[in-house]
């Protein structure tokens, strides 16, 4: 048995996983973490959030998207009792955007509501667009008091995990989005060159790979499960 632990995208929720974990049988025991939508929590605070709500005394993988990949670096690279294993999906571990970083002042002028968020999503989803997993989203995301998406996209802007990086020794995935009209290939090659050795597995899909391709992706994900997490395991025994 092994259990795997979520951390969402920029939704913060954890709602967006649901038919990603539903492809999983009962030999993975999954935990999904959900950010609070009502409380700021920069990236330092999110990692001691996570660490709060991680099952203790059996070894887990944690899985991250977009946002949070950044919390899992850093999580990982503390090398937490349990942790036998990383999976980032369509995520970066610095600014993936560094010209933007001059604009962090002005984040909190983004309007955040239905109309903004119909601008974002055909770089979310591109040709993978579905109606009911738009209108999961939407409703999702306003639900969530402006200053906390506000806080996340300053965070986001400002973070650097580079160094963090070369502080990771486990086995590592990176799931790639081949169609990824939010994540920039500098961000994929990026880690690729502080993570030499990590397993790198390129899907045809949006950003939002594991909502739109929930069986692919829970395949290579249970494919890293069984083969370099279950391999690592057994050379350790």
């Not at 954890?14 to 974990?21: A, H, N, R, Y």
């Not at 977009?66 to 036998?84: K, M, Q, T, Y």
């Not at 486990?170 to 880690?191: E, G, I, N, R, T």
């Not at 790979?209 to 395991?233: C, H, M, N, S, Y």
Request: aromatic content about 8%; proline content about 7%; hydrophobic content about 45%.
């Amino acid at each position: 048995m092994m259990r795997l632990v979520l951390l969402p995208g920029m939704d913060g929720t954890g709602k967006m996983f649901t038919e990603f974990t539903r492809q999983f049988g009962s030999d993975v025991d999954i935990t999904v973490v959900s950010y609070p939508v009502d409380r700021v929590l920069g990236y330092e605070a999110l990692v001691d959030f996570v660490d709060q709500r991680i099952p203790r005394n059996e070894p887990y993988v944690l899985l991250a998207e977009s946002f949070s990949g950044p919390v899992a670096i850093e999580f990982a690279a503390r090398r937490p009792e349990g942790l036998v294993g990383l999976v980032l999906c369509c995520t970066f571990a610095r600014n993936p955007y560094p010209a933007l970083r001059l604009l962090k002042g002005l984040v909190d002028m983004l309007p955040m509501n239905a109309r903004m968020f119909a601008r974002v999503v055909p770089r979310l989803f591109g040709e993978w667009q579905r109606a009911e997993i738009i209108s999961r989203l939407s409703a999702i995301l306003t639900a969530i008091a402006p200053e906390v998406l506000h806080a996340r996209l300053r965070s986001v802007l400002e973070v650097d995990m580079s160094k963090r990086l070369t502080q990771i020794d486990m086995p590592v995935m990176y799931m790639q989005a081949a169609d990824d009209k939010v994540m920039p290939p500098s961000a994929y090659a990026h880690l690729k060159s502080k993570l030499p050795q990590t397993r790198f597995v390129k899907l045809h899909g949006p950003h939002m790979l594991l909502q739109t391709l929930p069986a692919e992706a829970a395949k290579v994900v249970r494919e890293f499960l069984v083969v370099e997490i279950g391999r690592d395991r057994s050379a350790g025994l």
